[in-house]
């Protein structure tokens, strides 16, 4: 299930997780919206939690909780093969 106006954040091995949880953070409270993230490969999975670990230190500062439910999604690779994809939808509580 993604949300039609959520914005779709990839997440690779190679992300810096200060960025990703400072992007996260600004998305949340300065723009007012839930991003969804996604990832494919166990580092980028890693990567991933890391980010939304740092933003929840972030929002957690200003008196909320942020929450993840945690997917997995089917995606098409270059060539056309199936990929397991896990998707992160993040909510405040």
Partial sequence: ???ED??????SSTTPT??????????IIEDNEMPVLRAVGAGAVGQACKGIAVASG?????GRSLATS??????????GEDISAQT???FLR
């Fill in 70 to 79: 945690i997917g997995f999604d089917t995606i098409k690779g270059e060539s």
């Fill in 6 to 11: 959520a914005p779709m954040v990839w997440v």
């Fill in 1 to 3: 299930m993604i949300l």
């Fill in 18 to 27: 200060k960025e990703l949880g400072n992007t996260l953070f600004r998305a």
């Fill in 88 to 90: 992160f939808y993040l």
């Fill in 58 to 62: 972030l929002v957690a500062v200003r």
